[in-house]
């Protein structure tokens, strides 16, 4: 038997394709769409790759450092240090602010690491695709190649400048904004320290506070005004433990004798996938949903449209006594191969409009396969208004009167 | 009257129920003989397309009896269980319009038939293109209906009547759009064909051109048939 959906597609295959090619672009925007989804949880679960850490210590009943604001003294790490199954554990800041560089900003999380350390501390860009890391205490930067700045570009921060030393990949906030590594001391300062008028007043304030400033009490006052005018916190320390040692039971460890909030690997991706992007996440859904109800709409319409103009040619093979099930299978099979069409424009345009969205999407393969069988299923169901129609055709009208 | 053709007697059919209800057939008999071409001609509203509707196995009628060839396909209720494979087998359809099926070539569009009975493409295929050459649009094989002359495409409509050849072909109207010559040509071809493949066929014609070719003619009126020996010129 021959295929009476291919005879017709090959026969009007303009149309099919022309029409294809638009349901195309609409798949191909659900397949960004759902690579947008995929995105953001990489881009959380590089950040935590990526910082080295198997705890996060963070100010105590926040859920710092990413998806609340901690802050904690930044000596802690030492008694941390001294903890059993403790290898490693760096102070850390991150601030997402906008990092300048002559006439243009760049979106950026400005993360403060300890300069000088082992290479791959915690916190520590792991790899460098350029240039060298930060050796220096001050003024030195490693920037992600996604901010566009290049090696010996001048950055401001604040109101200090630094100088891009090194430069790395996929180094990314939750969000999926570049990083900017600087020493933490600059990072410090960039976070806590207040400006210069706001230091006056402060010192103003001091001054005339006949309890910081007594007679007879000499340096009490500088002593004050050099506390409040330097910075002592970070946002959280980085650990690494031993292999052998138990994630939790350390973290456990950390929480009786600190009393510091601590996370473990698995904590802080629920805490970044889980509630960080729960809402974006929840709006992407609402969007594939609808684009899959609009893409199931228009399927329908097509198919019921092309199979309205084939209404005498059903009444005539109805009449010389096709089966239904012939005439239903070629109006699915029409369908199915719209899908197919659609979805392989879809995925090609997706694939190329991938890399210029501005931030991360990600197309992974088990999406196109779960979406290729989505589509041929959304086809198929658009597909029985079309068949209902189609069967419910009289043969009679192919005779006249 | 032979295995073959065609016998209909007191054939009724009636629409809606009541005080609504329209005889649309009254009291029709027919008996066609294989290999003989006859005339079914009346005004509109007389019942032709009802009686074509039963006869096709489209509509039920409401009491009679149908026998084709030895088979009773109707007596007060259908006595086949498959009116589709019926249909197939062994009713061929003529339209007024040629209907053919625009997305396939004019081979396919004859050997569809054969190919949902069941019988292999290529044979299928074989058999529609010796049915295209004894109608002489076998050069016309690869094109597709849009590209054939309406005189071709009733030809082709013609050998898709024949290819499973059924015992009866109905033929709507299929001068209508057509000029004398051609419509001559096709009444020629449609006597041609009865006489070769044996079987009956029943035209339902408004046209006075060809009436006189029929050796016989069925003229119904209100839902009654009565039957005329007609002129049958030009086919002896």
């Known amino acids: 038997m021959i295929s009476l959906a291919g005879r017709d597609i090959l026969h009007s295959w303009g149309k099919f394709v022309f029409t294809g090619f638009g349901l195309g672009l609409l798949i191909g925007v659900t397949l960004v769409m759902a690579g947008v989804y995929r995105g953001m949880v990489d881009d959380g679960k590089v950040l935590l790759d990526n910082s080295g850490a198997d705890l996060w210590v963070v100010q105590k009943d926040t859920l710092g450092p990413y998806a609340e604001s901690s802050s904690i003294n930044d000596d802690l790490y030492r008694s941390i240090l001294a903890l059993p199954g403790v290898t490693h554990a760096s102070n850390v800041t991150y601030l997402t602010m906008q990092v300048r560089m002559d006439e243009r900003d760049v979106r950026s999380m400005v993360v403060g690491i300890v300069p000088g350390e082992s290479w791959g501390a915690p916190g520590w860009p792991p790899y460098l695709v350029a240039g060298r890391q930060i050796t220096r205490g001050h003024y030195e930067a490693v920037a992600d190649v996604a901010t566009g700045f290049k090696l010996g570009d001048i950055l401001t921060i604040r109101r200090n400048r630094y100088t891009v030393v090194g430069l790395t990949r996929r180094m990314v906030s939750s969000s999926g904004d570049p990083m900017v590594f600087i020493p933490l001391k600059d990072a410090q300062e960039a976070q806590f320290l207040k400006d210069n008028d706001a230091i006056w007043q402060s010192r103003r304030r001091t001054e005339v506070n006949p309890a910081f400033n007594r007679p007879g009490v000499p340096g009490l006052l500088d002593a004050i005004n050099a506390s409040q005018a330097s910075s002592n916190s970070v946002n959280a320390v980085l650990v690494r433990i031993a292999p052998s040692a138990v994630p939790d039971e350390v973290a456990e460890s950390i929480r009786r004798w600190k009393r510091m909030t601590v996370y473990t690997r698995a904590q802080m991706e629920e805490i970044l996938i889980g509630k960080l992007i729960a809402t974006s996440s929840k709006q992407i859904g609402m969007f594939l949903v609808i684009l899959a109800i609009v893409s199931a709409a228009i399927v329908a319409f097509i198919i019921y449209t092309l199979t309205m103009d084939k209404i005498r040619e059903i009444a005539v093979l109805k009449l010389i006594g096709t089966r239904n099930r012939t005439i239903a299978a070629m109006i699915m099979q029409q369908a199915l191969a719209l899908g197919v069409i659609g979805f392989a424009v879809g995925k090609i345009t997706a694939t190329y409009a991938a890399p210029l969205f501005p931030k991360y999407v990600l197309l992974m393969p088990q999406d196109s396969i779960v979406g290729f069988f989505a589509v041929l299923v959304i086809c198929a169901l658009a597909s029985v208004i079309a068949i209902r129609m189609a069967l419910k055709v009289d043969p009679a009208e192919a005779i006249g009167g | ?236």
């Open chain 2, 1 to 236: 009257m032979s295995g073959k053709g065609i016998r209909i007697n007191g054939l009724r059919k009636r629409y809606g129920e009541g005080d609504t209800a329209v005889d649309a057939l009254k009291s029709v008999d027919m008996q066609v003989a294989p290999g003989e071409v006859v005339g079914l001609v009346g005004p509109s509203g007389s019942g032709k397309s009802t009686l074509l509707k039963c006869l096709g196995a489209v509509i039920a009628p409401t009491a009679g009896e149908m026998v084709l060839g030895d088979e009773v396909i109707y007596d007060d209720g259908w006595r086949v269980r498959d009116l589709r494979a019926l249909r197939r087998d062994k009713i061929g359809f003529v339209f007024q319009a040629p209907y053919l099926i625009p997305f396939l070539d004019v081979t396919d569009n004859v050997a569809l038939l054969p190919m949902l009975a069941g019988v292999p493409n290529g044979e299928a295929r074989k058999h529609a293109l010796d049915l295209l050459t004894a109608l002489d649009v076998q050069h016309r094989a690869r094109a597709v209906p849009s590209q054939l002359s309406g005189g071709e495409q009733q030809r082709v409509a013609i050998a898709r009547g024949l290819v499973n050849r059924p015992p009866v072909i109905l033929a709507d109207e299929p001068t209508a759009p057509l000029d004398s010559e051609r419509a001559m040509a096709v009444i020629r071809i449609l006597n041609e064909m009865a006489q070769e493949y044996e079987t009956a066929i029943i035209v339902v014609t408004h046209d006075e051109k060809i009436i006189p070719t029929f050796k016989r003619v069925y003229h119904i009126r209100d839902g009654v048939t009565h039957e005329e020996a007609g002129e049958g010129k030009g086919f002896e």
